[in-house]
């Protein structure tokens, strides 16, 4: 199983003082021992690098780089990547969702990804799962 990490997701559980941080750590135990992949951008990879950096420090930066970005496959953004998630940025209309959210959506539709680990509501608001294996069980 593949799901696609967005940048709530990774700052959760990277912070333990997150609100959603236990949440984060089960979801990921979860997909850890039920061989799930995590899908992302790296359009995520620096949002979620300048929020550690930003609320937490560098020490939490250098955490991060090492133990969990080895374990995500990253979608590394190109001319197209970002053109099409400005396009669904603009056509939306709402500037309420971001950048980084509306590349995710893209991503997630063209890989067919059902699940995410995020705690954005804007994903739900797109007809995506939000993960929630310790509260549901298993999705597969």
């Known amino acids: 199983m593949i799901v696609y990490a967005d940048t709530s997701g990774l700052f959760a559980l990277m912070v333990r003082d997150d609100f959603m941080h236990v949440r984060a750590q089960l979801n990921f135990a979860h997909l850890a021992s039920h061989d799930g992949r995590l899908l992302t951008s790296s359009y995520v990879l620096l949002e979620t690098e300048s929020l550690l950096q930003r609320r937490v420090?560098?020490?939490?930066?250098?955490?991060?780089?090492?133990?969990?970005?080895?374990?995500?496959?990253?979608?590394?953004?190109?001319?197209?990547?970002?053109?099409r998630a400005m396009q669904r940025l603009l056509a939306e209309g709402n500037r309420a969702l971001s950048l980084v959210d509306c590349l995710g959506f893209e991503i997630m539709e063209s890989r067919d990804l059902e699940i995410a680990l995020a705690f954005d509501r804007h994903f739900e608001e797109k007809g995506f799962t939000i993960a929630a294996f310790h509260d549901l069980g298993s999705y597969g």
């Open 57 to 83: 420090g560098l020490a939490a930066v250098a955490d991060f780089q090492l133990k969990i970005q080895p374990l995500l496959e990253i979608i590394w953004v190109d001319a197209e990547w970002h053109g």
